[in-house]
């Protein structure tokens, strides 16, 4: 049996398949607006498990199955009760002789990597605790939309230093050579580690204002997340100087534009001003989930021009 590839962390891609995956994305794109037929995964499935709740994550991956000729199946806590009662070696090895691809939503990175370790179909992380790759192939999308070669910009990441997004921009900025800033608490900057691992493309600073200084791109995430609710008043003090408004994006480059991976608080991280402003672009990143992920489902099942890169670069 081939051993199927798996799409857990953005690193789980070369550059040359992150790079060909984004531009198969915008082709992709064009054929929807255009209402072009495009099914290459007519009669397969992909399995739907989430721990998480989700509103784009759910229906991107489920309007994108159905886009591309296949079907989704959902399937909530309540119906699967990863890691309960049954193993997660044993879900996998059971979902995965019935279905073609599984997307989980989770808390643990490591439930993932055992799922993964047990399937015989490629397995996608729709977010877990450690890396939301996702969500950086829709980000990514819309920053080749606005700029083409990312390589070279200034980017910078506003909020908490140590989750997910964070440290999924990281992999990104190694990825594709950009330069990324990260304004954080200090107490919510990753590992010296982690740190050391990514210094080449990320840098850190404790005001947001030195982080956002000539970036033509400000990101920021909630500043208390799924599972965090009972930190949420102590978060919010700490990260108050880290608020992304107007003041702060006149730090940034002229023209620069802000990205929010959803959903925002206004008020919290990011004003009304600036998350609703003309340099806003999250909708469209929003939307970019769709096309975003088609590319990538379409290259874990096989089908496309990017599949013929498996493994290069």
């Not at 992150?18 to 290459?40: D, I, N």
């Not at 998480?52 to 759910?58: L, V």
């Not at 643990?108 to 729709?126: Q, Y």
Request: hydrophobic fraction near 45%.
């Amino acid at each position: 049996m081939t051993t199927p590839r798996h799409f857990l962390r953005l690193q789980d891609l070369s550059r040359a398949e992150l790079t060909a995956l984004l531009h198969r994305a915008a082709e992709l794109k064009r054929q929807t607006r255009a209402g072009e037929v495009h099914a290459p995964l007519r009669g397969k499935t992909l399995a739907m498990i989430f721990e998480k709740s989700s509103t784009r994550t759910r229906v991107s991956f489920e309007v994108g199955m159905a886009q591309l000729g296949g079907h989704a199946l959902f399937l909530s806590p309540r119906d699967t009760q990863l890691g309960r009662g049954e193993s997660i070696e044993d879900t996998a090895r059971v979902l995965s002789r019935m279905v073609d691809l599984v997307m989980i939503r989770t808390f643990g990175h490591d439930n993932l990597l055992r799922f993964a370790a047990a399937s015989r179909v490629p397995v996608i992380n729709g977010l877990s605790d450690d890396h939301h790759p996702c969500q950086l192939l829709a980000d990514l999308l819309t920053a080749q939309e606005l700029w083409g070669d990312l390589r070279g910009r200034r980017i910078a990441f506003i909020g908490d230093g140590s989750n997910n997004m964070a440290r999924s921009w990281m992999e990104a900025a190694d990825l594709l050579d950009f330069e990324l800033r990260i304004g954080a608490p200090r107490a919510f900057w990753p590992s010296a580690e982690l740190r050391a691992a990514h210094a080449g493309h990320s840098h850190f600073f404790d005001s947001a204002a030195a982080a956002a200084e000539g970036a033509g791109m400000l990101v920021t995430d909630v500043w208390t997340s799924m599972g965090q609710e009972a930190e949420r008043a102590a978060r919010k003090a700490t990260f108050g100087p880290f608020q992304v408004n107007a003041e702060l994006m006149a730090k940034a480059a002229p023209g620069a534009v802000f990205m929010h991976c959803l959903p925002a608080h206004r008020g919290e991280e990011v004003t009304a001003e600036v998350l609703e402003g003309p340099r806003s672009l999250v909708w469209d990143e929003a939307e970019n989930r769709l096309h975003a992920q088609k590319a990538l489902m379409e290259f874990l099942s096989g089908h496309g021009p990017v599949a013929e890169l498996d493994g290069q670069g």
